[in-house]
C-alpha cells in the first residue's frame, strides 16, 4: 500500500489509541442504548479525528483520502453502528459544502464540523423514492429571501442529532428531465417549519442514529441554497464516488473482523473430540473466505490510491461497492454458521457483525443500481 505513508500509519496508531481508551470500552452500552454520546464526537474533534481532508483554512487538516479511509476502517473495526455516522459527516456530507458552498457558508458550518460541535447529515430517501433521486417529492419553493420546503425524508442517517441537513429538493418541479430541477439546501435545526419524525429501530446499527425528517412550510433562506439552483443531481453524481468507496471499506472491514473471530472461536472450540479448526469442511469454509477477502482488500486498496489521485473510477467504486457488499453478507453468515449456536447468541460479537452487514447492499445504491451503473459503462 504505498499510497500509505509513516505520517499515515502515525495517524492511525494515534486513532487506535484513542479508540482503545474512548470507544471500545463503552460500545457494547451505546449499541444498547442505541445512541452515540455527543462527547464522543467531541473527543474525535479534541483529537483532529473529524472531517481531516477539510482544509486549514476552515479548522481542519488538509489530508489526502488515505486519512479518511484509515478513519473509515479504525471506526468500523469498534462497530459499524459508530462508523456509519461519523464516516457521513466526515468524508460524505462535509465535502459537499467544502467543493460547492460559498465562502460565507464554508466559515459557517465547517469549523464547527471539525470540532464535533456540528453533526451534519444528508437527506437524499424519502417514503415513495429510495434509489431513484429524480422521484423525489420534496419540493423547495422561492419566495423572496426563501425557500418555503415541503415534503418528508426517512432512513436519514444522523437524522435525530444533525445541527443541520443537507436537503435533496426539487427547485423547479416541472423540469424534464425531473433530475435538471433537483437543488440541494443546508437546512439547519431549528429552522421553522422542519421538525424530527421517529427514531427508527433498525434490525442492526443499532447505535447508529437513524431518523425521519419533515417539512411542512419550512422556511429556508435562499442564503443556505447550496452551489447552483437546479445543479443538486449533478453534485451527488459527483460526490458518489467518494460515498460508495468509503460502503466499501467499510464492508471490507466488516468480512475481515468476521474472520478474525471466527479463525480464534474454531481454533478454540471442540466437537467430537476435536478442534473445529481441523474438520476438513472448516478449514475449506475458512480458506475460501480468506481467498474472497484477500481479492476485496487488494481491489479496494487500488481504489483508494487511484481516488487520492484524482482518477474518475465510478465503474470500478459500484464493482467494489457491490461486490464487497455482497461478500461480506455470504462471510459473515458462513462465519455465524462456524459459531454454531453461540454465534446466535448477543453476547458473541459475530451476532452483532450478522445483523449489521446486510443493509451495506442497500444503502449508498442497493447492489443492483451497482450493476446498472456497471453496465451502462461498459456499454457506452
Request: hydrophobic share 40%; charged share 25%.
Amino acid at each position: 500500500m504505498k499510497f500509505y505513508t509513516e505520517e499515515h500509519q502515525m495517524f492511525r496508531k494515534a486513532l487506535r489509541k484513542m479508540l482503545d481508551k474512548e470507544a471500545y470500552p463503552y460500545f457494547d452500552q451505546w449499541e444498547q442504548k442505541r445512541d452515540i454520546p455527543r462527547e464522543f464526537w467531541l473527543k474525535l474533534g479534541e483529537h483532529g479525528f473529524l472531517c481531516p481532508m477539510i482544509s486549514e483554512q476552515y479548522g481542519g487538516l488538509g489530508l489526502d483520502f488515505g486519512y479518511s479511509a484509515i478513519l473509515t476502517e479504525e471506526l468500523e473495526r469498534v462497530g459499524a453502528g459508530l462508523a456509519s455516522g461519523i464516516a457521513l459527516h466526515s468524508d460524505i456530507v462535509t465535502p459537499y459544502i467544502e467543493t460547492y458552498g460559498t465562502s460565507e457558508q464554508k466559515e459557517k458550518w465547517l469549523p464547527k464540523s471539525v470540532t464535533g460541535e456540528y453533526i451534519s447529515a444528508i437527506a437524499m430517501t424519502e417514503p415513495g423514492a429510495g434509489s431513484d433521486l429524480a422521484g423525489i417529492q420534496t419540493v423547495a419553493k422561492r419566495e423572496g429571501d426563501f425557500f418555503i420546503v415541503n415534503g418528508e425524508k426517512t432512513f436519514i442517517t444522523n437524522g435525530i442529532h444533525a445541527n443541520y441537513v443537507i436537503v435533496v429538493c426539487k427547485t423547479d418541479p416541472q423540469a424534464i428531465p425531473a433530475y435538471k430541477g433537483i437543488s440541494l439546501l443546508i437546512v439547519e435545526s431549528g429552522t421553522p417549519g422542519f421538525k424530527r419524525g421517529k427514531k427508527l429501530d433498525k434490525i442492526g446499527m443499532h447505535s447508529a442514529d437513524t431518523g425521519e425528517l419533515i417539512f411542512e412550510d419550512a422556511r429556508v433562506p435562499v442564503a443556505n441554497l447550496l452551489g447552483e439552483e437546479n445543479r443538486g443531481f449533478y453534485y451527488l453524481m459527483e460526490k458518489l464516488q467518494q460515498e460508495r468507496l468509503v460502503v466499501a471499506l467499510e464492508t471490507q472491514i466488516e468480512a475481515e473482523c468476521s474472520l478474525d473471530l471466527t479463525i480464534n472461536y474454531v481454533k478454540e472450540r471442540k466437537a467430537f473430540g476435536s478442534r473445529i479448526a481441523d474438520f476438513q469442511n472448516t478449514q475449506f469454509k475458512l480458506a475460501e473466505m480468506a481467498t474472497e477477502i484477500e481479492l476485496g482488500r487488494t481491489y479496494v486498496n487500488s481504489l483508494v490510491e487511484k481516488h487520492i489521485a484524482g482518477e474518475a473510477i465510478v465503474k470500478e467504486v459500484s464493482m467494489a461497492k457491490w461486490w464487497i457488499s455482497e461478500m461480506a453478507k455470504r462471510v459473515v453468515a458462513d462465519c455465524l454458521q462456524l459459531h454454531g449456536g453461540y454465534g446466535y447468541m448477543e453476547e458473541y460479537e459475530i451476532a452483532r457483525r450478522y445483523r449489521d452487514i446486510p443493509v451495506a447492499a442497500i444503502y449508498a445504491g442497493t447492489t443492483e443500481i451497482m450493476k446498472g451503473i456497471i453496465a451502462k459503462q461498459i456499454l457506452k
